[in-house]
């Protein structure tokens, strides 16, 4: 025990007992106090980073909660992408339909396409690690829930005055079908509408229709959808055909060898309704053509093209 050095701890007690010494080597309390400050070190490394993971697990939950919301608005966002892209199928529909309609070119039909790129992008944005990410992404879908907003109001608008458009080219349509517009027999104009000589008392006289000649049973078509009124025999003009086209519009076919259509019945333009003869007044095979708007004859060839 030579050269090692000691120190010495007395405890006194205040009663009649011995007294205590304590013999504690220098190398032993070095020991003791490096290995206090060991676990001081640990102590404050181990605290450190209960704190480090305890703000990061903070910082997840909050990046999972406004990734949870990220992916909500991207369901509601794409939900109304849906709802714009039936609007705008809806649309191309409709112009499709009109161009048949009117015969234009369907190639030239544009689709709306209402997928905005910056919805895109943030789609992107989702992927990076950003720690800016959120709310990058965040004002990109405010941007484009605004823009779909703004479609959501418009597109509408634009279905419901395409719809009144197709609407009103059907009606257009319609009119065009009941109006007399093509002839109604293949053959020669033999007396036009006006005032001509009259071919049985041989005096100036007023011929309230269009007269074609060819030869008998030449079929007679109808010159506009409508319906039959009569087909019966009429004084003077023989066997006739009255057909109601609608819009204030008749026309009647007289001088007919036989009909091929019935009172009542309804026609299209372009149907036979019966052929031609001789039948009533008349100087051989023709057709007697009348057109009449709101009950007054007028000029068929204004209607013929």
Same mark, same amino acid.
């Given at each position: 025990?030579?050269?090692?050095k000691f120190? &010495?701890?007395?405890?006194?007690p205040?009663s009649?007992?011995?007294?205590v010494?304590?013999r504690i080597p220098?190398?032993a309390i070095?020991v003791f %106090?490096? *290995?206090?400050?060991?676990?001081?070190f640990?102590?404050v490394m181990?605290?450190?980073d209960?704190n480090?993971m305890?703000k990061e697990?903070?910082?997840?939950v909050?990046?999972?909660e406004e990734a949870? *919301?990220?992916?909500?608005?991207l369901t509601?966002?794409?939900?109304?992408?849906?709802?714009i892209?039936s609007?705008?199928?809806?649309?191309?529909?409709i112009?499709?339909? $009109?161009?048949?309609e009117?015969?234009w070119?369907?190639e030239?039909?544009v689709?709306?396409?209402?997928i905005?790129?910056? *919805?895109?992008?943030?789609?992107? *944005?989702l992927k990076?690690?950003?720690?800016n %990410?959120v709310?990058?992404a965040?004002f990109?879908?405010?941007d484009?829930?605004?823009?779909?907003a703004?479609?959501?109001?418009t597109?509408?608008?634009q279905?419901?005055?395409m719809?009144l458009?197709?609407?009103?080219?059907?009606?257009?349509?319609?009119? $065009?079908?009941?109006?007399p517009?093509?002839?109604p027999?293949?053959?020669?104009?033999?007396?036009k509408f006006?005032?001509?000589?009259?071919?049985?008392?041989?005096?100036?006289?007023?011929h309230?229709?269009?007269d074609i000649a060819?030869?008998r049973n030449?079929? $007679? !078509?109808?010159?506009?959808d409508?319906?039959?009124v009569?087909?019966?025999?009429?004084?003077?003009?023989g066997?006739q055909? %009255?057909?109601?086209?609608?819009?204030?519009l008749?026309?009647?076919?007289?001088?007919?060898?036989?009909y091929?259509?019935s009172?009542?019945?309804k026609?299209?333009? #372009?149907?036979? !309704? #019966?052929? %031609?003869?001789?039948?009533g007044?008349? &100087?051989?095979n023709?057709?007697?053509?009348?057109?009449y708007?709101?009950?007054?004859?007028?000029?068929? $060839?204004?209607?013929?093209?």
């Amino acid at each position: 025990m030579k050269g090692r050095k000691f120190y &010495t701890i007395m405890i006194v007690p205040h009663s009649d007992k011995e007294t205590v010494t304590l013999r504690i080597p220098v190398f032993a309390i070095g020991v003791f %106090m490096t *290995l206090c400050v060991a676990l001081l070190f640990m102590f404050v490394m181990e605290y450190h980073d209960h704190n480090r993971m305890k703000k990061e697990n903070q910082l997840l939950v909050q990046y999972k909660e406004e990734a949870d *919301l990220l992916r909500r608005e991207l369901t509601a966002v794409s939900s109304q992408l849906a709802q714009i892209e039936s609007y705008a199928l809806a649309l191309e529909q409709i112009e499709l339909q $009109i161009r048949e309609e009117r015969g234009w070119d369907a190639e030239k039909v544009v689709a709306v396409n209402p997928i905005d790129k910056d *919805l895109l992008t943030s789609r992107d *944005l989702l992927k990076n690690r950003d720690k800016n %990410m959120v709310t990058v992404a965040s004002f990109v879908i405010n941007d484009t829930k605004t823009d779909i907003a703004q479609l959501n109001q418009t597109l509408p608008v634009q279905q419901e005055n395409m719809s009144l458009l197709l609407d009103q080219l059907a009606e257009d349509n319609q009119r $065009i079908s009941h109006t007399p517009s093509i002839w109604p027999a293949e053959g020669k104009v033999t007396s036009k509408f006006g005032y001509r000589k009259s071919p049985f008392s041989g005096r100036r006289e007023f011929h309230d229709g269009l007269d074609i000649a060819n030869r008998r049973n030449t079929p $007679i !078509i109808a010159a506009a959808d409508g319906a039959v009124v009569y087909a019966q025999y009429q004084s003077g003009y023989g066997k006739q055909i %009255m057909i109601k086209h609608g819009y204030g519009l008749k026309t009647s076919y007289s001088h007919l060898s036989s009909y091929a259509v019935s009172s009542g019945e309804k026609v299209k333009k #372009g149907e036979v !309704i #019966g052929y %031609m003869g001789s039948t009533g007044w008349s &100087t051989g095979n023709h057709l007697h053509y009348m057109v009449y708007r709101n009950g007054v004859p007028v000029d068929p $060839i204004d209607y013929l093209p």
